[in-house]
């Protein structure tokens, strides 16, 4: 019972921000009555995306991570693909993903010290491994959006980490049995 609420719910909200979407994508008048409800309606989501991506780190790590979110995005490209475009193209939302990017970053930094020494350069060093490996997914994403989803996205990430593995090196070594 619970699970066909939240899946209701899901639908609704989804339906909210295409409609959304669509009414900024056309300049004509929205039901959203501040930026506080727009924010809302762009980020609904955001709690589980965080939470999905740091289940997933613990269990399987950083590939297979962004690989499960990347193929979440790219379960609903249309509606991915137009609001990833929105937010980038509004320097407030935009504002407003960098700061909710900051539960990623904890969440990463949190999965990097895991694996890394405890000393203060132990820290220093997940923080910057968490920011790279943000900025990766970022970069993946924005190829995606620039393309119109093509390549799709998990080859996209597939590439970014690619890129980004030989900074994480020292990482990844601990990782190996």
Known sequence: M??????R???KQR???DRTLAALETGGPTDVRSFADL???LFHDHADLVRGLAEVLDRSGLVDAFQALARHLEEDSGLWLRRLER???DPALRARRAERDRDYLE???AH???WGAADPQGQRVSDLEATLALAAQRGAERLWVQGRGRPVLPVLVDEALAVLWPALYAHARRHRP
Request: glycine share 12%.
């Open 39 to 41: 924010d809302a309606i």
């Open 107 to 109: 969440v990463l930094g």
């Open 15 to 17: 339906e909210l921000l």
């Open 87 to 89: 937010l980038e193209a």
């Open 9 to 11: 719910q899901i639908q």
């Open 112 to 114: 990097f010290r895991r």
């Open 2 to 7: 619970a699970e066909g609420r939240r899946g």
